[in-house]
């Protein structure tokens, strides 16, 4: 019987390496703060003038390439993301017309770090529906264009970076997704702040203040909710997809903090070898913390034959998501 799988996975940041140490000289902070309390040892930082489409691209040319699907067989793009190059056009169709993908049907998904899953999701939905679609997900972000760099509470923690996957629907081939859950609570929603180009404040109104085009957050707070929600999350992906928490032998979690991840490890009773980290060298690339992590975790080997693997994820909105995955 078909189901819905991965066919193939990408990913691609920009060059530029911000280290600890650099941070330090520019505000005040510490390399000992950061690695103590975060776990984040650098993370890249694009460059003036460049854009999410710059890594979206090759992000998406891999997946592609990996999942042996040309761009013009494509149906859907779902780009998970709140920083596209442009609101309109939408970051997927900006990649649709990179790709010369001229059949799909191309659209963002804002649902900040819970982006690349709940665009998941979506694929796996419509894939239920019609199995002969070819869906291209998208998720990352160029966050470091909207970081406050004299708010040393934010600023040390995100980094830029882009994943994708490409998802279709097969029997015997590709990593099948068991199951995907998504849910969100808006009242908290202040508490991960991104006033952006939202109409609320529009841009080039008197009173539109610096601070709306910049990230903030009340870490404490979001620290307790991410835990909570993730494990509760998981708990129903992995109840939908009719696996136990002893079955699961890989874990990917959003990276986000190094001790977020050790308390999720320990709820799930999984030794440190079994999920995968790489906060170290990105810090927090909101909606491309997923699809990076499956990326690198698929091309070192860590994702081996037969892994029931467990995502889970928790962002701004307040949005949170997990999905069960059979490598
Ligand atoms: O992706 C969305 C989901 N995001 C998350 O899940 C992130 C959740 N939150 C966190 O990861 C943590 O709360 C943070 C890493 C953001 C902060 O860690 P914390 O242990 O909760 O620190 P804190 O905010 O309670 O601050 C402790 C102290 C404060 O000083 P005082 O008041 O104790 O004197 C801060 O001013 O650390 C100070 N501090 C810093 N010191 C050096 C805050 N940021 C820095 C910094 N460098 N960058």
């Not at 390399?31 to 460059?47: L, M, S, V």
């Not at 040309?70 to 442009?86: E, F, S, Y």
């Not at 665009?119 to 894939?127: H, K, N, S, V």
Request: charged share 20%; net charge negative.
């Amino acid at each position: 019987m078909k189901s819905t799988v991965i066919l193939g996975t990408g990913s691609a940041a920009p060059d530029n390496i911000l280290t600890n140490f650099d941070l330090e000289k520019i505000m005040d902070t510490s390399d000992e703060w950061i690695i103590q309390r975060t776990g984040i040892k650098e993370r890249h930082i694009a460059k003036p003038g460049e854009k999410f489409s710059d890594f979206a691209l090759p992000a998406s040319r891999q997946a592609l390439e990996m999942a042996e699907i040309d761009p013009v067989d494509l149906d859907m793009i779902i780009a998970g993301t709140l920083t596209p190059d442009t609101l309109m056009p939408s970051g997927g169709c900006t990649i649709q017309a990179l790709l010369n993908a001229d059949k799909a049907a191309a659209f963002d998904v804002c649902a900040a770090c819970s982006g690349f899953v709940y665009g998941l999701a979506i694929a796996d939905r419509f894939l239920k529906n019609d199995p002969d679609l070819n869906i291209l997900v998208i998720g990352g972000e160029l966050v470091s264009h909207h970081m406050d760099w004299n708010d040393r509470t934010t600023a040390v923690l995100f980094g830029d970076g882009v994943g994708a996957a490409v998802v279709a629907s097969r029997e015997n081939q590709g990593a099948k997704i068991l199951s995907v859950e998504m849910q969100s609570n808006g009242k908290l929603g202040e508490l991960l702040y991104f006033a952006g180009l939202g109409s609320e404040h529009p841009v080039g109104r008197e009173d539109f203040k610096p601070e709306y085009n910049y990230i903030s957050m009340q870490g404490r707070e979001i620290f307790k909710h991410a835990i909570r929600n993730m494990v509760e999350i998981s708990g129903k992906a992995m109840q939908k997809a009719g696996v136990t928490v002893d079955q699961i032998t890989k874990v990917i979690p959003h990276q986000a903090n190094l001790r977020i991840i050790e308390m999720l490890a320990k709820q799930f009773k999984k030794p440190l070898d079994q999920v995968f980290i790489n906060i170290d060298r990105y810090g927090n690339t909101s909606a491309g913390t997923i699809p990076i992590a499956l990326d690198e975790a698929n091309r070192s080997g860590f994702l081996e034959k037969g892994d029931l693997v467990l995502l889970t994820v928790f962002g701004g909105g307040l949005t949170w998501a997990a999905a069960v995955l059979e490598w």
